[in-house]
């Protein structure tokens, strides 16, 4: 927790980031030792050679970790529960992989997300429209080192319990032979790994690929984040522009109007592009958190006969969808239009505004698979919001309507306004509940 501290300490210091080269140098430093960063003007060969580094890693993965767990996979596959906690350790190594090699033949596309960042940072800004986009930039900074810190450190702590003879996983006969000196991964490997110094060693590999297996399942996450925040600074330089569009002279108000909506194509051009790029990548990470929030519920129910804690699920999906808010920034958008001095503008110069506004009223977002939108009101919906309610009010509903003396009241999200949710509250507090379409706000009507 201190080196964690320190490290974000020391990053807020340093975040100064006033050209393009000083705002993408932490990523490009990421991309670059893994091989996946393309230099303009490289060589052919200087290309082919690029993919040597994330190659051998996943080599070393694969011959390290992933065979050991299979052939383990295969000695316990008539125990669910030892099964289940080998894939959630095993998916992880699974995902680090695919994502390297999503990355791998998507350099090409990356190249041009960044070149296309390029020339937003060399665009003509003003010096407050500038700190919004390296606001965006530092956050893009922040959260990259604090994510790799954090996964570092999480590793670590997680796998340095084997030097006290203490694992985080069942142990069995079947794949550890000699008790006291357990692997870090339940793992089986075509030799005897017990004298020393093999054990050791074995037990620092596995070691390092799990930490060199989180740094390259978060360099995806990373790279998410700043195509979308970068987007996102986009957006709100537009909707500051957008509400000074009526302070400007007849002379260059068609200029700047038209200037602006190129702008509006370009970062409706970036989002999609964004979203061709991620909408598989995303789903497959939606796939893997329901799959292992099922084998943790799983294993919780084993252990302690009950079922384990249904928030997680969401708390994992709010990871891909605090980012995304391109969809309330583009909302944001729409009430820039809307704010402006149009009133004191000549009609025909109003009505161009219009296009903005129709335009804004579909939101920019990301989805999975195409299907999915990626927004924290997916993820918010009344049924939802209807099951914690049941899951949290038991103790205080338990058969039939709560206490007299008790008062429930929330805000007017559109998850509290479903229909389910106020029959629900209706019936648990009968004219005691404050909120949207409440009896006292609704006078008595739905």
């Known amino acids: 927790m201190i080196l964690f501290c320190l490290t974000i300490s020391f990053t807020m210091a340093r975040l100064k980031e006033q050209t393009y080269d000083e705002a993408v140098s932490l990523i490009r430093s990421y991309l670059s030792i893994f091989g996946l960063w393309i230099y303009p003007n490289s060589s052919l060969f200087r290309k082919r050679c690029s993919h040597i580094p994330i190659c051998f890693i996943n080599c070393c993965l694969c011959i390290c970790v992933i065979i050991p767990e299979m052939w383990a996979l295969y000695r316990i596959r008539k125990d669910m529960e030892l099964v289940i906690g080998n894939l959630m350790v095993s998916l992880t190594f699974y ?3 695919i994502k390297t ?16 960042i390029e020339e937003d940072w060399k665009a003509r800004m003003t010096r407050k429209e500038q700190n919004m986009l390296v606001k965006r930039w530092k956050l893009i900074k922040l959260i990259s080192i604090s994510a790799f810190v954090i996964a570092v450190t999480l590793s670590l702590a997680h796998n340095s319990t084997v030097y006290f003879n203490f694992v985080v996983r069942v142990l069995t006969n079947l794949t550890d032979t000699i008790p006291g000196r357990p692997l870090v991964f339940s793992s089986v490997y075509p030799f005897d790994t017990q004298p020393s110094p093999r054990y050791e060693v074995l037990v620092f590999i596995e070691q390092l690929e799990g930490i060199v297996a989180c740094i390259t399942a978060i360099i995806p996450d990373v790279l998410y984040a700043a195509f979308v925040f970068h987007a996102c600074g986009q957006l709100e330089i537009l909707s500051s522009r957008i509400e000074k569009i009526g302070e400007n002279t007849s002379e260059n108000f068609n200029q700047f109007l038209k200037s602006s909506v190129t702008h509006h194509l370009r970062i409706i051009k970036f989002v999609e592009n964004i979203d ?3 909408n598989g990548f995303i789903l497959g990470l939606i796939l893997y958190f ?4 099922c084998s943790q519920a799983f294993m919780a129910m084993t252990v302690t006969g009950r079922s384990g804690n249904k928030d997680e699920m969401m708390l994992k999906l709010y990871r891909l969808c605090s980012p995304a808010g391109i969809d309330m920034e583009s909302a944001d958008l729409l009430n820039a239009a809307y704010n402006c001095n149009w009133i004191d503008l000549p009609p025909n ?11 804004s009223q ?14 924290l009101n997916t993820y918010a919906k009344g049924g939802n919001y209807l099951g914690f309610l049941r899951d949290r ?3 205080v509903v338990v058969d039939g309507p709560a206490d007299n003396a008790v008062w429930f009241q929330h805000d007017g999200a559109p998850a509290h306004t479903s229909v389910a949710v106020v029959d629900q509250l209706d019936e648990w507090f009968p004219d005691r509940w404050i909120g949207n379409r409440s009896d006292r706000d609704r006078g008595g009507r739905r």
């Open 95 to 97: 995902l680090s992989i």
């Open 101 to 116: 090699f999503f990355l791998l033949f998507k350099r090409e596309a990356l190249r041009i997300f960044f070149k296309k």
């Open 276 to 278: 061709n790029l991620f």
């Open 290 to 293: 329901t799959l292992v929030f």
């Open 349 to 359: 110069k109003a009505i161009s505004l219009c296009m903005i506004c129709l335009r």
């Open 362 to 375: 579909k939101p920019l977002g990301i989805t999975a698979g195409k299907f999915l939108p990626v927004t």
């Open 393 to 395: 009010l038991i103790t």
